[in-house]
């Protein structure tokens, strides 16, 4: 049995990291676009605030890549 709850922790570990990854892209994107400091940080404040909502996530993720 500890080898399965061994499995199912670095499953849940591994499924963290991949939301997180997924919240912080739009904040990534815009670092990676030239974005100014400013608009960095909305980006990622939105990003972190409203991520967990789709259409609030989409909205920072089509901020950051918006030219």
């Known amino acids: 049995m500890q080898t399965a709850e061994l499995i199912l922790n670095i499953k849940y570990i591994v499924a963290g990291m991949l939301c997180v ?19 960095a940080m909305r980006i990622r404040l939105a990003s972190w605030v409203f991520g967990w909502t789709i259409i609030g996530w989409l909205l920072a993720l089509f901020w950051a890549v918006k030219k």
Not at 25 to 38: I, R
Request: charged fraction near 20%; proline fraction near 5%; glycine fraction near 16%.
């Open 21 to 39: 990854g997924i919240v912080l892209a739009p904040a990534y994107l815009a670092a990676k676009t030239g974005k100014g400091k400013v608009d």
